[in-house]
């Protein structure tokens, strides 16, 4: 099966830890993207990457890393920086520039 | 991005039409209407897009005003579930982002 990957479903971490966040796909997307969403809220685009080894700032990158060393892979680090970083992260892959983006399950962060 | 406009909530009743409206009246010509929605907990799900015809697939139909300043997402038969938010989006022509703001909170009733 074709799709998109997030682990874990839930996460807890102490407050001034950093924590990394998984995303994987095997739909042969270049294009991945990380979005945060707050209760009640819409998504909000933290980081996307176009291609292998190439990553740009979204809305809200300010607290956040990640790396794209493989096509597959798109990892995000919630680091200390984050002020309030509890929330869900979603990730998502979609053919660079078409707007029919493919979502993971999503990770619910919340830190102590 | 061209921005939209969508009612908050709205009911339906189980086996009958939902029709959920849009308003997106700064859109520019060549750019597209999609429809996403997000079943609670989860991530969110393409359903439809389209330019200036009606669009239909497995999941539902588009109608676009001729003017293109509207649109609404029709679930022909809703079942519970169907209840979801569900997200207008107008990307920018040469936009790599998807911008979801608050949607419509879809509830299917028995």
């Known amino acids: 099966d074709g799709g998109i990957t997030q682990s874990p479903k839930y996460l807890f971490r102490k407050e001034g830890q950093n924590v990394t966040l998984s995303c994987e796909q095997n739909l042969n997307h270049d294009a991945m993207y990380w979005y945060r969403q707050d209760p009640g809220q819409g998504l909000r685009l933290i980081y996307y990457s176009q291609i292998v080894n190439d990553f740009q700032k979204g809305d809200i990158a300010e607290g956040y890393s990640v790396s794209r060393e493989k096509k597959e892979s798109f990892p995000l680090t919630v680091t200390s920086a984050q002020k309030n970083p509890t929330a869900f992260y979603l990730c998502?892959?979609?053919?660079?520039?078409?707007?029919?983006?493919?979502f993971g399950p999503g990770t619910r962060l919340t830190v102590l | 991005d061209a921005k939209t406009t969508q009612p908050p909530s709205m009911d339906c009743a189980e086996g009958r039409a939902a029709n959920l409206p849009c308003n997106h009246s700064?859109?520019?010509?060549?750019?597209?209407v999609y429809w996403y929605r997000q079943i609670h907990s989860q991530g969110p799900q393409y359903i439809i897009h389209?330019?200036?015809n009606n669009e239909t697939n497995e999941m539902a139909s588009l109608i676009i005003t001729e003017d293109r300043k509207s649109s609404t997402l029709i679930l022909p038969h809703a079942t519970l579930r169907d209840t979801a938010v569900y997200y207008c989006?107008?990307?920018?022509?040469?936009?790599?982002?998807?911008?979801f703001g608050a949607g419509t909170t879809v509830t299917v009733r028995a």
């Open positions: 998502a892959s979609s053919i660079w520039l078409d707007n029919e983006q493919f």
């Open positions: 989006i107008v990307p920018g022509s040469n936009d790599y982002k998807l911008s």
């Open positions: 389209g330019l200036k």
């Open positions: 700064t859109i520019s010509g060549n750019e597209y």
